[in-house]
């Protein structure tokens, strides 16, 4: 049965910082490229940042390049977004997904398995 849960959301104040994981299991994690999504209150899931299964490659949203880094330890099976310079759009439940193809894909239904998320709130 595959998991992927997340962990290191809260409350911070905008200009802060926070580091999200995400702990795989269930899976061959080397298969998978990775990737994090947001859904900000009363809106849509987006895309943030997604890794390549070796970690070579990266991509990131307009919105959050910059600021955020995507990263991957293979041997831990687990995923990071590191969130810097954050702002009050930031704001949002942040889910990590796992992606069976060797792209770094930004549609949702590239995506075979969720985590149910971890809510991020960046207060003005």
């Known amino acids: 049965q595959v998991q992927l849960v997340e962990s290191g959301g809260g409350l911070v104040q905008a200009g802060g910082s926070l580091r999200l994981s995400c702990a795989a299991s269930?899976?061959?994690?080397?298969?998978?490229?990775m990737g994090w999504f947001r859904q900000p209150p009363g809106k849509d899931r987006e895309f943030v940042a997604a890794?390549?299964?070796?970690?070579?490659?990266?991509d990131y949203a307009d919105s959050v390049k910059g600021r955020f880094t995507i990263s991957r330890d293979n041997a831990e099976n687990t995923v990071y977004l590191q969130m810097d310079s954050l702002k009050p759009e930031d704001t949002a439940i942040y889910y990590c997904?796992?992606?069976?193809?060797?792209?770094?894909?930004?549609?949702?239904?590239?995506?075979?398995?969720w985590g149910q998320g971890t809510q991020v709130t960046v207060s003005s």
């Open positions: 890794i390549s299964r070796g970690a070579g490659n990266t």
């Open positions: 269930g899976l061959t994690f080397t298969w998978y490229a």
């Open positions: 997904a796992s992606d069976y193809t060797s792209g770094l894909a930004r549609a949702r239904d590239e995506y075979d398995f």
